[in-house]
């Protein structure tokens, strides 16, 4: 639940949450500001992969999907293909394909 909840409240993927805050080396200061993030939710967010946003044609966010259990890249895909498998008419996905090097993607 707090990979889902993190996309909602951010309003972009957990992978990009976690990649905000860590991209730059030798950036402390943005890495303590994403774990007081996590602390002041009470733990409600995760800043990891595996959270992935549900919108409609034009942007508009309609929902998240978070998936654990597994390894980030992992998760996500399970997020993504999850949706896929749903078939849901006008439902996308954020992001649209997965970082999954693990698993072969069937489409």
């Known amino acids: 639940?707090?990979?889902a909840y993190s996309c909602i409240v951010n309003k972009y993927p957990s992978r990009a949450f976690?990649?905000?805050y860590t991209a730059?080396?030798?950036q402390a200061a943005k890495f303590c500001q994403m774990t007081a993030?996590?602390?002041?939710?009470?733990?409600k967010m995760?800043?990891?992969p595996g959270g992935i946003l549900l919108t409609t044609a034009d942007g508009q966010i309609v929902g998240a999907v978070g998936v654990s259990g597994a390894a980030g890249d992992e998760d996500e895909y399970c997020a993504i293909q999850g949706v896929r498998e749903a078939?849901?008419?006008g439902l996308f996905t954020v992001p649209e394909?997965?970082?999954c090097a693990t698993v072969k993607?069937?489409?």
Do not use: C, L, W, Y
Not at 37 to 43: E, F, K, N, T, Y
């Open 1 to 3: 639940m707090a990979k």
């Open 18 to 20: 976690r990649d905000r």
């Open 24 to 26: 730059e080396p030798n």
């Open 37 to 43: 993030m996590v602390d002041i939710s009470q733990g």
């Open 46 to 48: 995760a800043p990891f």
């Open 87 to 89: 078939n849901v008419a």
């Open 97 to 99: 394909t997965h970082s």
């Open 105 to 107: 993607d069937p489409q």
